[in-house]
């Protein structure tokens, strides 16, 4: 996010404000910050409650891209397709962000038609996940058949991912499950943590040993950060159905969490942000072997 000094001035303005109006109407979370969003919808999951929003500049925020956004109001979900226009409050807080208030505005009948889910073909368990040639963030070379014997969750990030509920929660996730598995002398044998980043050029090792400190609390055992030749990132990825796309200095990318067993091969996938670390500190727990 780029909070350049001459965007203070609103951004300060905004937030006196937001604050100050809910402080006096209810018990909403003190950090919260709200701005105007306006964009053309791209898709709608209606079973997530997400949208998918092409949109313009988020003044004092964020650039124009594509995103997807929890929407919080059941009714618009109902109502809104591919090809609308919305304009909704972008409300962000410590803990998340989300869209409420739209106002949609249909579009054209004979417009664009509502583009199928981009989501890749995903593997069925037991498939074997191919063995890409990485590096973690000691700048040592890493495979994913250097795990054999071992259970391994992967996940993918990229360091300057800003929106809360995306990167910085699956981290946040793994470094809860770390701290289980560490907790525990048999998982502690038998499980790793893999992190992997969708931005290779600018998450080279060293940024990634920095980023990972703050969750691991610089004992990376149990847990590696992984960068690469941005084709071998891609491979694996789109392996367990994740899309992404580079957009300047951001990602924009789906989430994907996937259990593989100690042979290799793939247990389960997680989709989305939903998935708690103790269900898959379960699935650790119930691997065979
Ligand atoms: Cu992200």
Redesign the pocket.
């Known amino acids: 996010m780029n909070h350049s000094p001459r965007r203070l001035p609103f951004v300060l303005a905004a937030v006196l404000s937001a604050s100050f109006f809910l402080q006096g109407c209810s018990s909403k979370p003190a950090n919260e910050h709200r701005y105007e969003l306006k964009g053309k919808v791209v898709s709608v999951d209606r079973a997530n409650g997400e949208v998918t929003v092409d949109h313009e500049d988020v003044k004092g925020y964020m650039p124009g891209m594509t995103m997807h956004f929890p929407l919080r109001d059941a009714e618009a979900l109902k109502v809104l397709e591919a090809g609308d226009q919305l304009q909704a409050a972008l409300v962000i807080t410590d803990d998340g962000y989300w869209l409420e208030d739209p106002v949609i505005t249909k579009g054209q009948p004979g417009g664009p038609a509502a583009t199928p889910s981009a989501a890749g073909a995903e593997p069925q368990p037991g498939a074997e996940v191919p063995d890409v040639k990485l590096f973690n963030q000691d700048g040592r070379p890493l495979s994913i058949k250097q795990f054999k014997g071992r259970a391994l969750v992967v996940t993918f990030?990229?360091t300057r991912?800003?929106?809360p509920d995306?990167?910085?929660l699956?981290s946040a996730n793994f470094a809860q499950l770390n701290s289980a598995i560490l907790g525990d002398a048999a998982l502690r044998r038998r499980a790793h943590l893999l992190s992997v980043t969708?931005d290779p050029e600018y998450d080279k090792p060293a940024v990634l040993k920095s980023y990972g400190g703050t969750y691991t609390g610089g004992k990376f055992d149990n847990w590696d950060f992984a960068t690469g030749d941005p084709a071998e990132v891609r491979r694996l990825a789109e392996f367990f159905g994740l899309t992404y796309k580079a957009d300047g200095d951001q990602?924009i990318?789906s989430?994907r969490t996937a259990v593989v067993t100690p042979d290799g091969k793939l247990f389960k996938i997680y989709r989305g942000n939903g998935w708690k670390p103790d269900e898959v500190l379960s699935d650790l727990k119930n691997l065979p072997g």
């Open positions: 990030i990229y991912c800003p929106l995306y990167c910085p699956m969708l990602v990318h989430l």
